[in-house]
């Protein structure tokens, strides 16, 4: 060993500890905890994202920040829906563990949230959100200090991107943990000039309003049928508007950044399916086009090692990868963090994920799947056949090979009925009024 190079080290560690020690002594011993921006776009498929291989032009801004950033090309939703993906998205919990399944119910009080972690470690908490969806009676908004909710017109897109920049330009004394939920693309698929109309006309009575789409789900259409296409234009569309919107908000964080060191995390709450397997919309199926979306990081002033990650990766993993960037401990170890890819590029472990999904308290309709590396095993609801694809070779979840790999899809229903078989009962009730109702339904939400 070295003799030399120990004295020196001795002699750096003595120097850096008579620094830390000045510099506790002035109360700056440490570089503050990074600031977290989470964004959400609602209902955002992976397979609609330019740089997901979309041949339209939909999302140039998220293909930038992803670009500059860490991108997962792989990244799942667990559930297919707003209210329990996003609970899980901020307990790092599954739908059936975090219990919060439908619209009568809360989070229970005993599971903790990453806004909770965040504020207890001094983070100043802050969510803006444009879904009615995520009402605050649902117990999401516990560990925010201000929890917004706006209706999800499009006057209010923004109005909420500029309450979110309010809270970027007041955060700089603490760090900031700031939650963005935008409406768009979540139907109706209206956008504002100039992105209405920029994909086309194919079929001009499809306006993208919800009773269109209502219309287009239950004549079960095929999905390369003009008015499916069209349906599909607008949604690109509205994508395309989100984009826009999202990449405004990120050019005036970034502008005015001050020096602050944050951690970006753009994504999704769920798919959206146009009648690939019999629905159009989501909160019905297990299919990837439901579940599969959007996810990157960024970094503002903190380095990270810039890449695309072909690994598959949950939603469950958001809170656990915040909370180790902030140095904090995770919630529960239902994800993964995802932090040593994010800063050193590490590989990922193969891992068995599992997703659920179901819009009513009836057990009877609740949908689950799971995957493991290439393969994927579903089941609608829990006397549904069991179905089993291979995802490498079937992306679109065609070919059922439950027949054919008998033992294989035996050995993954054993898991899944485990799962099924671990659901936590719901808790505590929190119906909606008839207002609520009223702007549910204008989004979609009740009916079939
Ligand atoms: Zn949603």
Redesign the pocket.
Known sequence: MNTRRNTWSRRRFAAAGLLLAMLAACGAERPPPPSILVIVV??LHAGHVSSHGYARPTTPNFDRFAADGVQFLRAFSQSS??LP??ASLFTGLTQEQHALRTFDDRLPADVPTLAERLKSAGYRTRAVVQ?P?LASRHGLSRGFERYQLFDHSLESVERALKLAREHWDEAADRPLFLYVHLAPP?MPYQPPAPFAARFGDEHPDVSGSVADCRRIHRAKLAPDAPQVRSLVARYDEHIAFADACIGRLLADFQRDARGRAAWIVWT???GEAFLQHGSQG?NATVYDEMLHVPLAFGALNTPLAPRRVNDVVSTLDVAPTVLALCGLPPLNDAGASLHSTLLRGAALPERTLFFSSRYKADAAVLHCAVRRGDFKLAQLGPDGPLELYDLRTDPEERSNLAAARGEFALELAELLARERGAARASEAHAAPQAADREQLAELGYGGD
């Open positions: 609602d209902s829906w707003t993906s996003t879904t969806v979540h999704s709450d769920h989501h």
